[in-house]
């Protein structure tokens, strides 16, 4: 897999080993997973992330690592067949394109937007 960053993999390897030593080696192959519960810490990891703080504290890792390592865990358990789809009834078909139309429509509005503020 020469298309893959290695440098990611390496970290994500750390995520696993973490979680292996957490919960034990392949546990989410044996017991399964809830959709919920992964999808829920991956938000985590992406909200703490995008509020600025880089490093997970209790792993000292990236959070978007960690966020992806939840990702790979989730994904694998999907393969295995060991997961619990229990997500919500789906949206309306066509709901986001909505939405879009209404971005579409403030961007028409809007032409010159002020700047977003990056930086105290």
Known sequence: SSVVPQTVMTEVGLGM?????????????????????????????MRDWWEGEDLDPDSRLSHITKAITTLVVLRDAMIQGMWVDDRPPPAPKGWLAKMNEHVKWLMEKY?????PYTQK
């Open 111 to 115: 032409p010159n937007p002020v700047k």
């Open 17 to 45: 080993l973490e979680g292996a030593m957490k919960y034990g080696r392949h546990n989410y192959r044996v017991i399964g997973v809830r959709a919920s519960v992964y999808f829920d810490a991956e938000q985590r990891h």
